[in-house]
């Protein structure tokens, strides 16, 4: 009986992989070079591939590389009337929504459409409106864990959102289960999402921005205040792969012109996210 058909051997799919390579791998590298030379045979799909080589760039990630950052979050005042929160709650399309006591600071809860359309319907009958009786407890974690370790908490608490919080203890934004998710399997779009060109450069408000490596020269020279040449290459992917010389891993880093960069997200063929920090403006 083949060795490729399911019940052959027993073998798993990695097992019989390894076997044809002539050896197991010895670290992270060696396991993916096993699995797109098997994509290259067509032993699975590229997408397959992707979402394997996503598994790998979580394990790489930490939350502030992903995290919405504070002054993008959608809030809701714990103190607002039901008529000052719905249009709010209608308007974003969330169905979640960090509630605050005065200030982004002060993260006391997290409220579900859903149950905000419970409160609306029991108002209509005359029951006091109190935001307090239906939020739910907020979960916090720091900007530096590891996404893959995040969403191990998540699938244990059943949560789907957290408050990131800074190294001050401050709100620094917010990470849901579908940004996690979406680094593994892509962008996940669904009723709500509008359809719109991705930001190229999303500033994160410490000096630090994540950039699309397909953002062109131009534009990244234009909002970074740098002065890299268009002549050779259009975008800042391509600028950053002829210096390094080679096709950069997630999590390389290197520094240009005191511009730092580092790679966030890439897979076999090419480059996707980029964390850069520019050069400090110079003094007066």
Not at 225 to 237: M, P
């Amino acid at each position: 009986m083949s060795e490729d058909t399911p019940d052959g051997s027993g073998r798993t799919l990695m097992e019989r992989l390894v076997s044809a390579m002539g050896g197991g791998p010895r670290d992270r590298d060696e396991v993916l070079a096993i699995l797109r030379d098997a994509e290259t045979r067509e032993l699975f799909d590229a997408d397959t591939l992707s979402m394997v080589e996503g598994v790998f760039q979580v394990i790489e990630m930490r939350v502030r590389d992903i995290m919405i950052p504070r002054g993008q979050m959608v809030v809701l005042e714990q103190a607002a009337t039901l008529a000052e929160l719905l249009p709010l709650v209608i308007e974003s399309g969330h169905s979640r929504f960090p509630v605050i006591d005065e200030d982004k600071d002060n993260v006391v809860g997290v409220l579900l459409a859903k149950d905000l359309l419970k409160l609306s319907a029991e108002a209509e009958e005359g029951a006091p409106f109190r935001v307090a009786d239906v939020m739910r407890p907020p979960t916090f974690t720091p900007e530096t864990k590891r996404l893959n370790v995040l969403l191990k908490e998540f699938r244990s608490t059943r949560s789907h959102m957290a408050i990131v919080l800074d190294e001050y203890g401050g709100t620094g934004g917010l990470v849901t289960i579908e940004d996690v998710l979406e680094e593994i399997v892509g962008e996940i779009d669904d009723e709500h999402d509008v359809e719109e060109e991705d930001v190229a450069i999303r500033a994160h408000g410490d000096g630090r921005y994540s950039v699309r490596a397909l953002t062109p020269i131009d534009e990244f020279n234009e909002r970074l205040g740098t002065a890299f040449s268009t002549e050779e290459f259009d975008t800042i992917g391509g600028l950053l792969m002829q210096h390094i010389g080679h096709m950069p891993k997630t999590g390389e880093s290197v520094e240009i012109d005191h511009c730092h960069f580092r790679v966030l997200a890439a897979d076999s063929r090419r480059l996707h996210l980029l964390q850069v920090v520019p050069p400090a403006p110079s003094g007066d």
